[in-house]
RNA sequence: GGCCGCGUAGCUCAGGGGAUAGAGCAACUGCCUUCUAAGCAGUCGGUCGCACGUUCGAUUCGUGCCGCGGUCACCA
């Protein structure tokens, strides 16, 4: 139990004899005391008036005497308004210097994460960079907090968008690969997916021109036809066109092992919906002999769920080739199957909010035991300032290309600065791709994951002040004076009980012994931007500790031990921080 | 139009019933003969979209309105 828990729970078992009567937990609001008031933790004592039948610095008073001779780690309290302050005493604080990191015990519950999920028929862009980086922070701080977690990719490998390149490759590449162009596999089937709009596009004007509607013209355009043959080829099995399909995969898997290298995610299993949308057919079968769906004439199946305040959701089309939501079907069972997930967690744009609805919906009413712990981490697009990116269309900031960019960026910068002349060529090359991807994914993880983030290609990514090189500056630093130190004899008990803390001192414990309180609130409230604003809360005030205090010149040996020690637990919190959310650390910059 | 989300400093974002609303960027001012100045300290900058309501207390909760976005496909 942390000590804002020990006084809560203190107060409320006094309460009644304070007071006479007893108080609910959710009552007794404690708070971190305010920088301009003298203090460690703060009682709110407005929400108990009416049961302490006092006025605010009375009733405060009584509980800041009480905590004060029955807490052993209250110094002193004092009153403003309806705000009791209670300060610690440094013992306490200093104390924590010495504490075994908290170990957050395992739990026996299995938590799957799946994420990334790309189309095989497009590179990956900005967007699926900020799916992947949070999907991986997730899964890290799930870990952390003790639960059974697995990482999982579902490749959306099938379908018709994927017919779409390939009918595009089939009919304007002269046979082109990723050998005879050079061009990364990705890139190229996502170079006929763009063809395959520009034509439809194209023949849809020709269509309206010839006299029919804009409605007929989408459904008639022959490209599209052709696709959607080719999808029906593809479901029966046609050898030519799953010979096509699996050499244009391939291409494009190449090209994702580049991107996820460079990116540092990566997954426990991989499930491909080729493998799985069987399954969902089966799935819809049972549902409809069992009437939780139901057939039109034309044959395709849907699920009524205008009852539930959704619509109708087609979920088999009429020439039996299956949806997006009929593979989901089936990869829920069989990830099931491989997993027993107490939790399955999607994390997928909230683009898709309403198809989660439906798929959760579906599922609870087919039974599925698993169907309650399915929740969708939705969250918000990357914007450019231009609007939505579109790979259709090319409007999109390519993930590889960022990555130079950013990698670039931190090349410059350090190498301006000079202090890694001495650095091997390897040494130089890992520390720019260190603080390259560590600005990248700071800057996709600290903000709000509910919100969307604008994205201005022209402004590069800063370096400076709230980013991942500020906080990897400050664990260098960290590692920089640990190396001088070299070794001393470590900090004792004994040497802690006179030890008077200064201002900046104690602020730096404080945040540092918040670190598994944070920890778990990111869990609580799947928010990896929480821990980001953690670090780079730790780091600004270790800068300023800095600055305040002689390290290894300072005036006393007690001193310099503490201060060395603060400067380690700094170094591990920062870098246990950053290891679960896919941020490295660097010995120096 | 129905449903969902979001409006906080010039810009990008935190905060989320409690004390005088915080960071970063941008602009300006100090601080390197001293542990890494990718740093520290400071100045400037706000009717927390608008209105009403609940409350001892609302930027935070509720309702309505305005603005922006998403979604309601035999696309994924």
Redesign the pocket.
């Known amino acids: 139990m942390n000590i804002f828990e020990q006084i809560q729970t203190q107060v409320q078992q006094a309460f009644p004899a304070l007071f006479g009567t007893a108080v609910e937990i959710e009552k007794i609001?404690i708070?971190e005391?305010?920088k301009?008031?003298s203090?460690d933790v703060?009682l709110?004592v407005?929400?108990l008036?009416k049961l302490t039948k006092k006025n605010p610095e009375e009733s405060a008073i009584i509980i800041g005497e009480f905590l004060l001779s029955n807490n052993p780690h209250v110094e002193s309290f004092n009153v403003?308004?309806?705000?009791l302050?209670l300060v610690l005493k440094d013992a306490f604080w200093t104390a924590f210097l010495l504490e075994e990191p908290m170990q957050i015990p395992a739990k026996n519950e299995v938590v799957l994460i799946e994420y990334s999920s790309p189309?095989t028929n497009k590179p990956i862009h900005l967007g699926h960079v900020r799916n992947n980086v949070l999907g991986y922070a997730l899964a890290g701080i799930f870990k952390a907090n003790g639960y059974q977690t697995s990482k999982v990719n579902l490749i959306?490998d099938r379908?018709?968008?994927i017919c779409k390149s390939m009918i595009a490759w089939q009919k304007f590449a002269n046979g082109e690969t990723p050998e005879s162009s050079g061009m990364k596999g990705d890139k190229l089937v996502g170079k006929y997916y763009v063809a395959f709009d520009k034509q439809y596009k194209q023949e849809i004007e020709t269509l309206i021109a010839t006299g029919h509607t804009k409605e007929e013209a989408e459904k008639q355009a022959p490209i599209l036809l052709a696709a959607?043959a080719m999808?029906l080829r593809w479901e029966n099995g046609d050898a030519e066109v799953v010979d096509l399909w699996k050499m244009m995969n391939a291409w494009v898997y190449a090209g994702f092992d580049v991107t996820y290298k460079n990116l540092g995610v990566d997954f426990d299993k991989y499930y491909y919906?080729s493998n799985t949308y069987l399954l969902g057919k089966d799935i819809v079968e049972d549902g409809l002999s069992r009437g939780v769906f139901y057939k039109?004439e034309?044959?395709?199946v849907w699920i009524d769920l205008s009852a539930d305040?959704l619509?109708e959701k087609?979920v088999l089309?009429?020439?039996g080739?299956?949806?997006?939501?009929t593979q989901d079907l089936g990869t829920a069972d069989l990830k099931y199957q491989d997993f027993k997930m107490n939790r399955s967690i999607y994390v997928v744009g909230?683009?898709?909010?309403?198809?989660f609805k439906v798929l959760k919906l579906i599922l609870q009413k087919l039974g599925r035991p698993y169907a309650d712990g399915i929740q969708h981490f939705s969250y918000?697009?990357v914007?450019l300032p231009s609007?939505?990116m579109k790979s259709r269309e090319g409007t999109v900031v390519d993930a590889d290309d960022l990555i130079d960019d950013m990698i670039a960026a931190?090349k410059e910068?350090?190498e301006a600065?000079g202090?890694?002349d001495d650095f091997t060529e390897e040494e130089k090359i890992a520390?720019f791709k260190t603080?390259g991807l560590g600005a990248l994914k700071f800057f996709l993880l600290?903000?709000?994951p509910?919100?969307?983030?604008?994205f201005?290609p022209k402004?590069s990514i800063?370096?400076?002040?709230?980013?991942g090189?500020?906080v990897?500056?400050?664990y260098?630093?960290t590692?920089?004076?640990l190396?001088?130190a070299g070794s001393i004899t470590p900090l004792a008990k004994s040497d802690l009980a006179a030890y008077a803390l200064l201002a900046s001192e104690k602020e730096l414990i404080k945040i540092l012994y918040k670190s598994n309180i944070i920890l778990a609130e990111c869990c609580k409230e799947m928010?990896p931007?929480?821990l980001i604003?953690y670090t780079?809360d730790v780091?600004?005030i270790y800068?300023?500790f800095?600055?305040?205090?002689?390290?290894?010149?300072?005036e006393k040996e007690i001193e310099k031990k503490c201060?060395l020690q603060l400067t380690t637990l700094t170094g591990n919190t920062i870098q246990r921080c950053f290891a679960l959310v896919g941020i490295d650390v660097?010995?120096?910059?």
């Open positions: 609001t708070n005391t305010l301009e008031f203090g703060t709110v407005f929400p008036l403003i308004k309806g705000f302050n189309n959306n379908g018709i968008h959607q999808l919906e039109k034309n044959g395709s305040g619509d087609l089309r009429a020439d080739t299956s949806v997006y939501i909230n683009e898709q909010d309403y198809h918000g697009m914007d609007g939505k931190a910068q350090t600065l202090k890694i520390l603080i600290r903000v709000d509910k919100k969307r983030i604008l201005d402004e800063d370096l400076h002040g709230y980013t090189p500020f990897q500056y400050t260098a630093r590692r920089s004076i190396r001088k928010n931007a929480k604003d780079y780091a600004k800068n300023k800095y600055n305040d205090c002689a390290i290894l010149a300072a201060r660097p010995e120096r910059m």
